[in-house]
Nanobody, 124 residues
Framework: VQLQASGGGLVLPGGSLRLSCVFS????????MGWFRQAPGQDREVVSA????????YYADSVKGRFTISRDNAKNTVYLQMNGLRPEDTAVYYC??????????????????WGQGTLVTVSS
């Protein structure tokens, strides 16, 4: 199973980027998918997650109203549309998959599969 993240880059504050994560195995169509990020010197945090049907989504408070997660299972792809980007959004972003969206009231606490990271830099 492979997850391939892409779409990162350098963007001005207030700008937009769309991250994509393509997964190699159709089995992951039945998995919850999530986007995590890790800034230098900080712990990795969950940014957003989506159930396997796409019917349930989660957003960290810091990105609510600015980021939108979606998935297209026909294309084995999960997206993260990021608008209104801020310097504090600068981080390496990772996509991940797990059988369950929540576990013990936590959002994807230990995903079973991870993609490589894609760097997002928000700077003027």
């Amino acid at each position: 199973v492979q997850l391939q993240a892409s779409g990162g880059g350098l963007v001005l504050p207030g700008g937009s980027l769309r991250l994509s994560c393509v997964f190699s195995d159709n089995t992951l169509r039945d998995y919850a998918m999530g986007w995590f990020r890790q800034a230098p010197g900080q712990d990795r945090e969950v940014v957003s997650a989506i159930s396997y049907t796409g019917g349930t989504t989660y957003y960290a408070d810091s990105v609510k109203g600015r980021f939108t997660i979606s998935r297209d299972n026909a294309k084995n792809t999960v997206y993260l549309q990021m608008n209104g980007l801020r310097p504090e959004d600068t981080a390496v972003y990772y996509c991940a998959a797990d059988r369950w969206l929540t576990e013990d009231d936590k959002i994807m606490p230990e995903p079973g599969y991870w993609g490589q990271g894609t760097l997002v830099t928000v700077s003027s």
